[in-house]
């Protein structure tokens, strides 16, 4: 039973961590390049708001699914690699590891909901207005669109250096030994 439990908390921890990075790499690579073409602005801010919200759903779904996953193999890591309890947990790469995983990890979440809640609402925001036909200054579209791309860039190298960790500590010839 510890082994199903096992593979089914990686198997939901490598979903959730597609569907939290895959509508990154969409929106980054797809979206926002293919939106440009869309000349007629209302109807690229009517998809913008009705894209990114349904991202952010499933990106959302991801952030839960890899929390609960991860907690579980976190809680049950000493038992399912027989590290024993005496050993600290910062005496073995894994431990060292995952505090700079979770550390990384606070840094993006961060990130991430800075461009979630704040950048990027603005940023529709402008250009709903632009559509609407209201005065927005050119110079303050682009710096918020600047400031939302940068927060973009910063959020996806950080998930990208996220994952890189997790396949470090489940590499266990590596993780537990000795730091």
Do not use: C
């Not at 779904?61 to 000493?78: H, M, S």
């Not at 709903?128 to 036909?133: D, I, N």
């Amino acid at each position: 039973m510890d082994n199903f439990l096992h593979i089914a908390a990686v198997w939901l921890h490598i979903l959730g961590i597609a569907l939290f990075v895959g509508p990154q790499f969409f929106l980054a690579f797809a979206w926002v390049p293919a939106s440009r073409q869309i000349e007629d602005l209302p109807a690229r801010a009517a998809a913008m708001r009705t894209i990114t919200r349904r991202f952010g759903f499933i990106g959302g779904t991801g952030l839960v699914l890899i929390l609960i996953a991860g907690t579980y193999l976190i809680a049950t890591w000493r038992d399912f690699y027989a590290v024993s309890d005496d050993l600290d947990f910062t005496a073995i790469r894994f431990g060292v590891i995952f505090i700079i995983k979770m550390t990384v990890l606070i840094v993006m979440l961060v990130v991430v909901g800075v461009h979630m809640f704040l950048a990027g609402p603005r940023q529709l925001r402008l250009l709903e207005a632009q559509a609407a036909g209201e005065p927005v200054s050119g110079r303050e579209l682009r710096s918020v669109r600047m400031f939302s791309m940068a927060l973009s860039i910063t959020g996806l190298l950080l998930t990208l250096a996220l994952m890189v960790m997790g396949a470090i500590l489940s590499t266990s010839q590596y993780s537990l030994q000795l730091v």
